[in-house]
């Protein structure tokens, strides 16, 4: 009978295969477990420091302000490219409806960039967060702030209060408002008022780079049905939308129906 005969080049061979297969193995482990730690920090530890930092935003202005609280709490629930909606003007003077402005406080100074100096409160969402001055997203959407686009107009002056938040991720303030219906209420204060809008209408989904919905009389450009015709006292939500993407915006607008000077 014949004994097989082994070739050492064909047992090298196996090795090799054997050794080529066990790394391979290994490298897709070692980044499979890579990207979950990028998935959970991204989805879990930017949303808990952010929101961390919000939180002691706002109790620094409260005690600023001298209130020792506020008028409710939470902890607000992405990519938001806001830069790219700028405005392309500004109020006039007056406006069709609304406060007269000579009521209102407009004679405080513009805020510093990215520098906090209002709080928003959504009831319905639960949520109170810092307003900064910019849409800056490592000095200000990132923190778990709302941000103030430059160029609108300040809480309670005739014209567009326009802001942006983070939908998903850093704190995801403005994640539900697509919950916001008709009549709900948006608090902004400030050092020397509390200025309260009500929702009036949504646009679910617009262009990254449709300007009109935060100009002085908001009117979508891409989407002419939506939006104003006429001066007012005016805010605008803007996120991202569908969540987890920044391909499109979605819009929240609202209307000023009280302004109570800070006591």
């Known amino acids: 009978m014949r004994v097989p005969v082994v070739q050492h080049s064909s047992r090298r061979r196996s090795t090799r295969l054997r050794r080529v297969w066990w790394g391979g193995g290994e490298v897709l482990v070692t980044v499979g477990l890579v990207l979950l730690l990028l998935v959970v920090h991204q989805l879990w530890w930017t949303n808990r420091e952010a929101r961390r930092g919000a939180e002691r935003k706002v109790e620094a202005l409260e005690r600023e302000w001298g209130d020792g609280g506020g008028s409710g709490a939470g902890d607000g629930s992405g990519d938001t490219s806001a830069s790219s909606m700028s405005p392309s003007g500004r109020a006039g003077a007056g406006g069709a409806d609304g406060p007269d402005p000579r009521t209102a406080d407009t004679a405080r100074s513009t805020p510093g960039w990215s520098q906090a100096y209002a709080v928003l409160t959504i009831p319905r969402l639960g949520l109170r967060v810092p307003v900064a001055e910019g849409v800056s997203k490592r000095d200000v959407l990132n923190k778990g702030y709302v941000g103030h686009y ?69 009117r979508s450009v891409v989407k002419t049905g939506y939006g104003y015709s006429e001066p007012g006292y005016y805010i605008t939500l803007t996120t991202c939308t569908p969540e987890y993407t920044s391909r499109y915006r979605l819009v929240v607008w609202g209307k000023l129906v009280s302004m109570r000077p800070r006591s």
Do not use: C, M, W
């Open 150 to 218: 430059p160029g609108t107009q300040q809480p309670g002056q005739a014209g567009n209060f326009a802001v942006a938040g983070h939908r998903n991720t850093h704190g995801e303030p403005f994640r539900y408002i697509n919950r916001l219906r008709a009549k709900d209420v948006v608090k902004v204060e400030t050092a020397g008022a509390t200025y309260t809008y009500v929702v009036d209408k949504t646009l679910r989904q617009t262009s990254a780079r449709d300007s009109g919905v935060v100009r002085a009389v908001p």
